[in-house]
């Protein structure tokens, strides 16, 4: 499975993956493509990143074990702009499934 700033590198166009993992890099982007996740904080503001939510909840819970104020960055479904997440104001990840959604 790829990690989080694997798949980061090959959005951007790093050439951090080995032609020996791209294929199976390559399925993973596309799964977490496919899997979109909502991020629900503190005031009712919700982000949605792409992502299996079990991933998003292990940058979450990575960024809190942090320094004191560091932030989850994870890049936004819809804008493609890259958000900072505070651990300390998530209330709840919700996985949405795209071919549902408006």
């Known amino acids: 499975m790829s990690s989080q700033r694997e798949?980061?590198?090959?959005e951007a166009g790093?050439?951090?993956?080995?032609?020996s993992?791209?294929?199976?890099?390559d399925a993973g982007i596309e799964q977490a493509m496919a899997s979109v996740t909502e991020i629900?904080?503190?005031?009712?503001?919700?982000?949605r990143v792409p992502g299996d939510p079990r991933e998003?909840?292990?940058?979450i819970l990575a960024a809190?074990?942090?320094?004191i104020m560091e932030f989850a960055w994870m890049?936004?479904?819809?804008?493609?702009?890259?958000?900072?997440?505070n651990p300390n104001h998530v209330l709840?990840?919700?996985?949405?499934?795209?071919?549902?959604d408006e």
């Open 64 to 67: 809190d074990r942090g320094s």
């Open 14 to 19: 790093s050439d951090v993956a080995a032609d």
């Open 40 to 47: 629900v904080l503190a005031g009712g503001v919700s982000v």
């Open 21 to 25: 993992t791209s294929r199976s890099t």
């Open 56 to 59: 998003v909840e292990a940058a």
């Open 7 to 10: 798949i980061a590198a090959i």
């Open 92 to 100: 709840m990840l919700r996985a949405i499934d795209p071919d549902l």
């Open 75 to 85: 890049t936004e479904a819809e804008s493609g702009c890259r958000v900072g997440v």
